[in-house]
């Protein structure tokens, strides 16, 4: 078959469309007549300077720190303590609930197996690597807070402040709290059961001999010793 010839094709009119209605214009809102500016009184003016200078004949009181310590509030957010048990066995197991309770990642905890041989908690496991960096601790309490055996908390001690980074991390051996007398440094055998559950009941928390709390070993506001890298090393 012969092939069609392709039509031509047709021509675009020439007229051009017709153009858009133009928009409406935008609806104005009236402007707001201005606010009249605020007018004291005489007794709104007495009552401020009255204050004023009632605080200005008022005698100063400057705390002579650091020559003078002052105690802190009870619960007062100082550096971390890991606390033990009775019998000088450590209370961290090495969970590191509180690793990841931390906000600011300040908390680095390694975890390590308790042996027959080596035990240094009651249980399968006990913190053999504990780190807490203040350079980042906020000291919001929520690592004491996730603790499930108490073993963190927090004394009264706030003087932190050193010239060097490093120190600032602080380790297990200088957040360790002190032997107390009637323990026994780890690692040593369970003295208070034969299972770990023994170690969480109200019998057994009570002190072998009689001596001081484990929260006295801080006082309120009164470093263990000068210098924030020495804390805890004292019981060697």
Excluded at 173 to 181: D, G, I, R, T, V
Aim: some cysteine; aromatic content about 8%.
């Amino acid at each position: 078959m012969a092939d069609r010839p392709n039509p031509r094709p047709t021509a675009r009119p020439a007229t051009r469309p017709a153009t858009r209605p133009a928009r409406p214009p935008a609806r104005t809102t009236p402007a707001k007549p201005p606010e009249p500016e605020p007018t004291g009184s005489i007794l709104g003016f007495a009552k401020g300077f009255g204050l004023t200078f009632a605080t200005m004949f008022k005698k100063v009181y400057t705390q002579q720190y650091p020559f003078d310590v002052y105690p802190t509030a009870p619960r007062y957010h100082g550096r971390h303590v890991l606390n033990r048990h009775p019998d000088g066995l450590e209370k961290c197991v090495g969970c590191e609930l509180c690793a990841w309770a931390c906000p600011a990642d300040a908390i680095y905890v390694e975890g390590g197996d308790n042996t027959e041989a080596e035990r240094y908690s009651p249980g399968e496991r006990y913190g053999k690597v504990y780190q807490i960096n203040y350079l980042r601790c906020i000291f919001c309490g929520l690592c004491v807070e996730a603790c499930p055996t108490r073993s963190l908390t927090m004394s009264n001690e706030y003087e932190l402040a050193l010239d060097d980074r490093q120190q600032l991390i602080y380790t297990k051996e200088q957040l360790m709290a002190p032997l107390l007398p009637g323990m026994e440094a780890p690692p040593h055998p369970m003295r208070l059961g034969d299972d770990e559950k023994d170690y969480y009941v109200a019998k057994t928390q009570e002190p072998q001999t009689l001596g001081a709390p484990q929260s006295a070993a801080n006082a309120a506001g009164k470093p263990i010793t000068g210098h924030a890298i020495e804390v805890g090393r004292h019981h060697a």
